[in-house]
C-alpha cells in the first residue's frame, strides 16, 4: 500500500477505529468517509462476475502547515479476512470519482467518490490508511467501517 506520509521518529504506532460519516483525524489530516452503496452500474465500469459494485464518498482536509499529494491507493479497501480480500478502488473514469493522484493546499479539502468492486457476499467495508515513518516503518494505522 502506497503511503502519502513519512513521519520522522518513533513513537507507539496505535490503530483508530471509526465508523462511516465520523472525521478521522491523522498527523496531516482529517479524513470522512460517507456511508457505503451498492451501485447497479457507473459510467462504463465493468463489474466482474459474483462481484457488485460499491460507492462511498471521501473527504480530505489538509490540516498541516505544508502543502502534499493525496493518492487515491493509500485509502486501502478492505472486505474479509482472507489474504486477498482487499484491494484499491477503480481508477477515475469522471471528476465525480478521486482522482489517482492530488496536491492539496494547507487548510483546502478534496473530496471525491471510491468505486470498488466486492464480493456479493460482502456485508461491511473497512477503508484503511496507514501512516509510515521515515525508516519505512508502520506508523498509525486508520480503519473507517461502512456497512453495506
Known amino acids: 500500500m502506497a503511503a502519502a506520509l513519512?513521519?520522522?521518529?518513533?513513537?507507539g504506532a496505535k490503530s483508530t477505529r471509526a465508523k462511516a460519516d465520523e472525521t478521522v483525524h491523522t498527523a496531516l489530516f482529517?479524513?470522512?468517509?460517507?456511508?457505503a452503496e451498492v451501485i447497479d452500474s457507473y459510467n462504463g465500469i465493468d463489474i466482474p462476475e459474483g462481484d457488485?459494485?460499491?460507492?462511498?464518498?471521501?473527504?480530505?482536509?489538509?490540516?498541516?502547515d505544508s502543502g502534499f499529494l493525496i493518492f487515491k491507493d493509500d485509502f486501502q479497501l478492505q472486505w474479509?479476512?482472507?489474504d486477498s480480500d482487499f484491494g484499491v478502488?477503480?481508477?477515475?473514469v469522471d471528476d465525480d470519482m478521486l482522482?489517482?493522484?492530488?496536491?492539496?493546499s494547507p487548510g483546502s479539502t478534496l473530496e471525491g467518490n471510491i468505486l470498488v468492486a466486492v464480493p456479493q457476499d460482502t456485508t461491511t467495508l473497512t477503508v484503511a490508511y496507514q501512516e509510515t515513518?521515515?525508516?519505512?516503518?508502520?506508523?498509525?494505522?486508520?480503519f473507517v467501517d461502512l456497512s453495506l
Not at 459494485?53 to 490540516?63: A, D, E, G, K, W
Not at 515513518?133 to 508502520?138: L, T, W
Request: hydrophobic share 35%; proline share 0%; aromatic share 10%.
Open 6 to 11: 513519512l513521519l520522522a521518529g518513533c513513537g
Open 30 to 35: 482529517d479524513f470522512t468517509c460517507g456511508q
Open 52 to 64: 457488485k459494485l460499491v460507492q462511498f464518498h471521501i473527504s480530505v482536509t489538509n490540516t498541516s
Open 80 to 82: 474479509g479476512d482472507g
Open 89 to 92: 478502488g477503480f481508477d477515475a
Open 99 to 104: 482522482a489517482e493522484v492530488t496536491g492539496v
Open 133 to 142: 515513518y521515515e525508516d519505512g516503518s508502520d506508523a498509525n494505522a486508520y
